[in-house]
């Protein structure tokens, strides 16, 4: 959700001090002719990391779309036509590294795909890892204990870093960080990746108030600490969000529960513009969700604690303000605070 040890990868993954700003190219060869224009960004955790590019975005030419610029080390990226529509499905994943490198895509019954990956090392290290956890996207949701086996296998392995901080499973902050942090060896535990997840994911958290706009666009301080012995779930979510709309009608069935609802105090926060109030409003009110909502416009006030890189994002908050849980499965929730 192991694999050979990749020592080599020590090379690309050592002490951050060594890391230098290195030139690379990626070169996508169009043999599908989409004759459009083509988007490279840096993926999730890593935006504003490492990477330089000359433009973001550019146009075919001679069936070739050019990308070059300096990086320090692999990074993440993701390359989608921009403003497109004819290719919107097309939105794929690389780790991209000093040097250059190429893919090939090409057009089949299904649309766009990429017919030749990049022969790099962190290519052939990014498909050991998904060959390894039986899968064959990088965006599947594996469980800890395979992401952990894994990591502990592969203490050197960027990949495994870059999967742990993307998924961010972590329920318990403060058990986790000993665990998680004991797995890599000491020359990854430098990387600015590395210190990246250990201040946003690993530190403890405490969040007592949060300032939000309520629905006749007032800033108010919501307090999420509890005078009543309640956890407090926090929940981020925009209109258009499905995934967002199933887990807001599983809470209403569990809120149900006096069980849950004596336990759990639920505050939605939605990151849509405030001209979609009425919108939002009317959305709780379809799946009978009669629970406090506010709004914090593209999540601003929220990132300043934690990241936003999936929706719904959920905090389990206990009675002092403590962030015990991110992202817990809504029906674990009771069972969770109980084992606590």
């Known amino acids: 959700m192991l694999k050979k040890t990749l020592c080599c990868l020590l090379y690309f993954f050592s002490c951050a001090c060594t890391y230098s700003q290195q030139h690379f190219s990626f070169t996508v060869i169009d043999s599908a002719d989409t004759n459009s224009t083509l988007a490279i960004a840096e993926s999730y955790f890593q935006q504003t990391f490492s990477m330089n590019v000359n433009s973001g975005s550019v146009a075919c030419k001679n069936n070739r779309y050019q990308f070059e610029g300096t990086l320090e080390h692999p990074t993440a990226v993701r390359i989608f036509f921009a403003d497109d529509k ?11 590294e000093p040097g250059s490198q190429e893919i090939v895509i090409k057009r089949g ?11 790099t090392k962190i290519e052939s290290e990014l498909q050991s890892f998904l060959h390894v956890v039986n899968s064959d996207n990088i965006d599947t949701i594996l469980e800890p204990e395979i992401l952990v086996s894994y990591i502990q296998k592969n203490p050197s392995s960027y990949i495994g870093l870059f999967k742990l901080i993307d998924q961010s499973f972590m329920n318990d902050f403060a058990n986790e960080f000993r665990v998680v942090k004991s797995l890599f060896n000491s020359e990854l535990l430098t990387t600015k990746e590395f210190k990246y997840f250990e201040n946003r994911y690993l530190k403890e958290l405490n969040l007592p108030a949060i300032e939000v706009t309520n629905d006749v666009k007032a800033k108010v301080n919501v307090n999420l ?16 969000c ?7 009608k599983q809470l209403v069935i569990l809120n149900q529960d006096p069980e849950f609802s004596r336990r759990i105090r639920i505050v939605h ?40 890189d999936r929706y719904p994002t959920s905090l389990l908050i206990d009675e002092k303000a403590n962030v015990i849980a991110k992202n ?13």
């Open 328 to 340: 817990i499965v809504v029906e674990k929730i009771v069972d969770y605070i109980i084992s606590k």
């Open 225 to 240: 600490n509890s005078t009543d012995g309640k956890y407090t779930l926090l929940v981020a979510w925009f209109n258009n």
């Open 269 to 308: 926060v939605s990151v849509d513009s405030l001209k979609f109030i009425n919108e939002n409003k009317a959305t709780l009110k379809k799946h009978g969700a009669a629970w406090e909502n506010y709004w914090d416009v593209d999540g601003v006030e929220l990132k300043k604690h934690i990241i936003l």
């Open 109 to 119: 019954a299904q649309g766009l795909y990429v017919a030749r990956r990049p022969a």
């Open 86 to 96: 004819r290719y919107v499905k097309f939105n794929e994943f690389f780790f991209i």
């Open 242 to 248: 499905l995934p967002c709309i199933r887990e807001m």
